[in-house]
């Protein structure tokens, strides 16, 4: 949501030039899609420091380019009716961008530049799962989880080009005294080149081609992207299997078994005018896989996906995406279709945004989804049905969100029912 926010503030602020040509035709690099700066020019556009703020959704839009940030934050800079906080923001903006703002013949001293070199952005969350499963004709099994998550994410420069990232979650059950956890997720060293992007560590596991059907989780290892519309995406490491969902197959397996499996991944993603869509292929090894599979001698997992959206326009967005492990003889398959209606936008209060989905969700291949309700540590794995839900920002960075799932157990065809609620605090 916040790269469409971002876009639809270039196409209003550069003159002469639609932004895609624009971009195309610069000989600047793409600002990576979790740079934190989007979150400040969407904080500025939510301020009115920036004008032109509209489109507040977001279904596989294109990243911006520095070039392109630069000529917003030079606006930025000549506005003097600002805020101290928003003042705070457009100078680490120009700090972090000095060299296109020098092009543009905007001056940005040393000591401004080299302002800030660690980041700290996060949030504080509560999560809450409902869960009813048909036991037997008449009676359901009833499980009630809560959580409460405060995480830290610091951005650290080394120099113009390479980054240092983290993801540190601390977790409890808030009716445990003694139920906290705290663990470093994700720890990598990124550099970001013109087209060409290199991650290094313990880093994101994201099935972005099917809008996070199979994956979203972290694995040790190497990631390179490359390309400008249509991006290639090589991956190879290890991922824990204990991080596939509780309830799974898979799970039990890694438990009784090996707990670590080999990978190796290739994605391709791209966008078309309002068409995007990917494709990707993904390959896992490890012992554990001989307890899911249909060839108990197979130690293999071959997961075969791909997905697909249109954006009709600024407010309705329709996707879909399909998934098989080749491995697996039973529960093998995945595929979804979701439409959504607007989106929240974390910066602008008010901004709200609506979905419905079908959802199939094969424990062999959906072995660590995005989705809220089937998260790892939710215990709803292995259905199948119709998923409700809905986004709301009450205040500047405090999102809450609620969801419904209604639908058939794939093993036993017994219903299944799922009431998820968060809020989060974002800083």
């Known amino acids: 949501m916040k790269k469409t926010l971002v876009s639809a503030l270039t196409t209003a602020l550069v003159v002469g030039a639609a932004s895609t040509t624009f971009a195309a035709a610069n000989p600047f690099s793409d600002v990576p899609a979790d740079h934190w700066a989007y979150d400040a020019v969407s904080q500025l556009a939510a301020d009115g420091v920036i004008e032109g703020y509209g489109d507040t959704t977001f279904r596989g839009q294109q990243n911006i380019t520095r070039y392109e940030m630069a000529q917003m934050i030079a606006k930025a800079m000549a506005r003097t009716d600002v805020s101290a906080s928003d003042k705070a923001l457009i100078d680490k903006l120009a700090a972090e961008f000095s060299d296109e703002l020098g092009n543009l013949g905007v001056r940005v001293s040393n000591l401004e530049r080299n302002a800030d070199m660690v980041k700290w952005n996060g949030q504080a969350r509560y999560r809450y799962w409902s869960q009813r499963y048909e036991k037997e004709k008449g009676s359901k099994d009833k499980k009630n989880k809560d959580q409460l998550t405060f995480r830290f994410e610091p951005t650290a420069e080394v120099n113009a080009n390479w980054h240092v990232k983290a993801r540190i979650d601390a977790s409890a059950d808030p009716s445990e005294d003694g139920s906290a956890t705290m663990a470093v997720k994700r720890v990598w060293a990124q550099g970001d080149y013109r087209n060409f992007q290199v991650k290094l560590g313990k880093l994101p596991l994201a099935s972005t081609e099917t809008a996070g059907m199979l994956f979203d989780d972290q694995f040790s290892g190497a990631q390179v992207t490359f390309g400008n519309k249509l991006k290639a995406t090589l991956e190879a490491g290890r991922w824990d299997l204990k991080n596939a969902n509780a309830q799974s197959a898979l799970n039990s397996a890694a438990k009784a078994t090996d707990d670590t499996a080999n990978y190796q991944g290739i994605m391709l993603n791209g ?157």
């Open 271 to 427: 966008t078309a005018g309002k068409l995007y869509g990917g494709a990707a292929y993904r390959h896992f090894s490890s012992a554990a896989f001989t307890r899911i599979n249909d060839d108990a001698s197979s130690d293999d997992a071959n997961l075969w996906s791909v997905g697909a959206g249109y954006k009709f326009d600024h407010n309705w967005d329709l996707s879909g995406a399909y998934a098989k492990n080749t491995e697996a003889d039973t529960d093998a398959t995945a595929h979804n279709i979701q439409l959504n209606y607007k989106g929240a936008q974390k910066a602008n209060k008010g901004s709200w945004g609506a979905y419905t989905a079908y959802r199939y969700m094969g424990q062999n291949v959906a072995f660590a989804p995005l989705y809220e309700m089937f998260l790892t540590d939710s215990g709803m794995n292995n259905v199948k049905g119709w998923e409700v839900g809905a986004e709301y920002i009450p205040f500047t960075n405090v999102m809450s969100k609620i969801q419904y799932f209604n639908g058939k157990k794939l093993d036993s065809d017994r219903d299944a029912e799922g009431l998820f609620g968060q809020v989060n605090f974002f800083f």
